[in-house]
T-cell receptor
């Protein structure tokens, strides 16, 4: 079955630095991958989608890469701010997807210190 | 942007009570809605997929008689936790999708605490 792995340990960085989060997957070749942000006690919020034929996608200070050979996506936040502190989830379409069902990784908590 | 409203945000009730959670898509029609459960510091676990006008599809290990789902319209899905017990205490989140590779839009979750 498909498996998605994100670093379960919190990532602590200094304000202004670039945060890089990793999402690895196995037993699957997804057509796309999505990244979400989740704040404590709230539902996830969609950030970016990257398709299998796209190497890189940018949105403001966010950048996502997708390496289908390595089966890995990297999520970067440049010039990080304390307000970027949250848990970031990657999500892939379900292997037997008949709609837009997603399977989520465990998430990585990012802490940006001022 | 697409907005999903989930109500109530928090429920505290006695064991044996049935609890209904509503999920509404406010500005779009959702052909599919999803119900997730999330334990502290863990990821979202899909419980069931709800399609308007048809029976919900439950994930393995999720009791359909325990977690009743009704998707009466393209903008409303409800999850009823029947005869809730302390082990049902969790954070329940719904989302709505528009199909294809479109992102899911999430409600803000319901914190359910069973005493």
């Amino acid at each position: 079955s498909q498996k998605i792995e994100q670093n379960s340990e919190a990532l602590n960085i200094q304000e202004g630095k670039t945060a890089t989060l990793t999402c690895n997957y196995t037993n699957y070749s997804p057509a796309y991958l999505q990244w979400y942000r989740q704040d404590p006690g709230r539902g996830p919020v969609f950030l970016l989608l990257i398709r299998e034929n796209e190497k890189e996608k940018r949105k403001e200070r966010l950048k996502v890469t997708f390496d289908t050979t390595l089966k890995q996506s990297l999520f970067h936040i440049t010039a990080s701010q304390p307000a970027d502190s949250a848990t970031y989830l990657c999500a892939l379409p379900h292997a037997n997807n008949a709609g837009n069902m997603l399977t989520f990784g465990g998430g990585t908590r990012l802490m940006v210190k001022p | 942007g697409a907005v999903v409203s989930q109500h109530p945000s928090r429920v505290i009730c006695k064991s044996g009570t049935s609890v209904k959670i509503e999920c509404r898509s406010l500005d779009f029609q959702a052909t599919t809605m999803f119900w997730y459960r999330q334990f502290p510091k863990q990821s979202l676990m899909l419980m069931a997929t709800s399609n308007e006008g048809s029976k919900a599809t439950y994930e393995q290990g999720v009791e359909k008689d325990k977690f009743l789902i009704n998707h009466a319209s393209l903008t409303l899905s409800t999850l009823t936790v029947t005869s809730a017990h302390p082990e049902d205490s969790s954070f329940y989140i719904c989302s709505a999708g528009q199909g294809g590779n479109q992102p899911q839009h999430f409600g803000d979750g319901t914190r359910l605490s069973i005493l």
